[in-house]
Every structure is written in C-alpha cells, then in structure tokens.
C-alpha cells in the first residue's frame, strides 16, 4: 500500500502565496503520474495540476502562469507553488498520485486534504 501526507495549507491574502507538499510513503515500487486536485464546497472535485515520471505536465487554464507543480522523484514528492492567489482557490487540496506497490497493482491514491483559504 501507498500513504501519501499533504502539507503546506493555510490561509492567505489575495495575491499571496503558498505552497503545497506531498510525500508518498510504504512499498513502494513505482510512483507514476502525481497531482493536485481541489474541491470547492458543493462542487466536484477538479484537476489542478499533474506531473508524469518523466516529468510532463500539465495545468487546468484557471492556474496556468500561477502555479508550478514540481517533484522529486527520489523522496516520491510532489509539490505545487500557488503564487498570486486568489479568492477562488479557495478550496480544499488532495494529493493524488498512481503507483505500484509491492503489495498491490497500479492504482490511484489520495491525501487526507489540505485546506487552502484565500481572504479577499
């Protein structure tokens, strides 16, 4: 199995930043395609941002030239630097990733979630 812990929410003024982490842990054999997704309350949750193995990514439109995704494949995590925010990030953040383990086959996890609020 794969545990992945979030990190890095918050609450933030418009135009500020932060930024978010994610580690995958356990028996791990493989970490593919990692991202961030977001739900806003009494909406469906939502792609923001994922990164591939080799290091493809890509971005919804309402984030591009604001928010960066990156990761560090030997420490299996991904972060996501939120810059100029703004009111309707607001919205808590999952980790997402899609990994092989030992113990299980190829299939998607989720973090616990992390609030992100952006004061107007």
């Known amino acids: 199995q794969v545990q992945l812990v979030e990190s890095g929410g918050g609450s933030v003024q418009a135009g500020g930043s932060l930024r978010l982490s994610c580690a995958a842990s356990g028996s791990i054999v493989r970490v593919n395609r990692m991202g961030w997704y977001r739900q806003i309350l009494g909406k469906e949750r939502e792609l923001v941002a994922f990164?591939?193995?080799?290091?493809?990514?890509n971005y919804a439109d309402s984030v591009k030239a604001r928010f960066t995704i990156s990761r560090d494949n030997a420490k299996n995590t991904v972060y996501l630097q939120m810059n100029s925010l703004k009111p309707e990030d607001t919205a808590v953040y999952y980790c997402n990733a899609n990994a092989l383990s030992y113990s299980v086959s190829t299939r998607d996890y989720w973090g616990q979630g992390t609030q992100v609020t952006v004061a107007p």
């Open positions: 990164s591939t193995s080799g290091g493809s990514t």
